[in-house]
């Protein structure tokens, strides 16, 4: 059993930087492949970035070169520091474990062993 907790959200100019943390609970963190997700009011909850349990990073197009997402086994942490915010980044941010480390897998949210609450970013422009 893994517990997620996410932080780190909060309301921001565009332009601005956030990093989110994802601390987890749990036995065998490391073992376990990580994602970044995102969910705006009336859509589907999208993938925004996962990291392997080796350490290999995958983001979607519309965040490659302004989000990075990064682990810290030794504390169960997952962040996404995330820079140059545009307003349409605006949504609540959750993060998901999985053993599977397959990205496709991590494409499907209904997927996700196990899931934080979310935090919420706003950007104002």
């Known amino acids: 059993q893994v517990q997620l907790v996410e932080s780190g959200g909060g309301p921001v100019q565009a332009g601005d930087s956030l990093r989110l943390s994802c601390a987890a609970s749990?036995?065998?963190?490391?073992?376990?492949?990580m994602g970044w997700y995102r969910q705006a009011p009336g859509n589907q909850r999208e993938l925004v970035a996962r990291?392997?349990?080796?350490?290999?990073?995958y983001y979607i197009d519309s965040v490659k070169g302004r989000f990075t997402i990064s682990r810290d086994n030794a504390k169960n942490t997952v962040y996404l520091q995330m820079n140059s915010l545009k307003p349409e980044d605006t949504t609540l941010y959750y993060c998901a474990a999985s053993r599977i480390d397959d990205i496709d897998w991590f494409k499907s949210p209904s997927n996700m062993a196990y899931w934080g609450t979310g935090t919420l970013v706003t950007v104002s422009s």
């Open positions: 990291i392997s349990s080796g350490g290999s990073p």
């Open positions: 749990g036995r065998a963190f490391s073992s376990y492949a």
